[in-house]
Every structure is written in structure tokens, then in C-alpha cells.
């Protein structure tokens, strides 16, 4: 994670926004097996609530899952 103080000024808001990230990532740890992601905040994000952050991120997680999809073997 690289939660900047450009973006995100008071230790409080980057330690909030640290375990939210965390807590999706680990939520969903099973469908993003095998992954490396850096997550990089932008300003919005330490004025976003935490269900806002967690729906914001569930996009994300969607979004790498589609990206990353592996082709089913089809006939075998």
C-alpha cells in the first residue's frame, strides 16, 4: 500500500483508509489468489466513508477478477 500525506494529511485518515484495504483485500483474498496489488490513494478516499470505500474497492477486486479470469478448458 503506499497511502501518501500529500493525499491523505492526519496519521488517522492513512491508518483508517490501511485497514479498510486490508479488510477488503483479506475479504476477498480467495478470488484474487496469486495477486500482487498495489492499492494508491487519491485525495477523495480520506473524505470517503467506509462503506464507500468498501464499494469502491469491491469494483476494483471485480474489475482484476475479469481482467485476470483464466480461459476454462473447453472439451477436456
Known sequence: MAISKK???L???RNRLKRIIRESFRL???QLDGLDV???NQV???RMSTSE???SLER???KFRRK???PKDIGR
Do not use: E, G, T
Open 7 to 9: 493525499n491523505c494529511h
Open 11 to 13: 496519521a488517522v485518515q
Open 28 to 30: 476477498h483474498k480467495a
Open 38 to 40: 498495489v492499492v494508491i
Open 44 to 46: 477523495a478516499a480520506s
Open 53 to 55: 470505500l468498501f464499494d
Open 60 to 62: 476494483h477486486w471485480q
Open 68 to 70: 485476470n479470469a483464466k
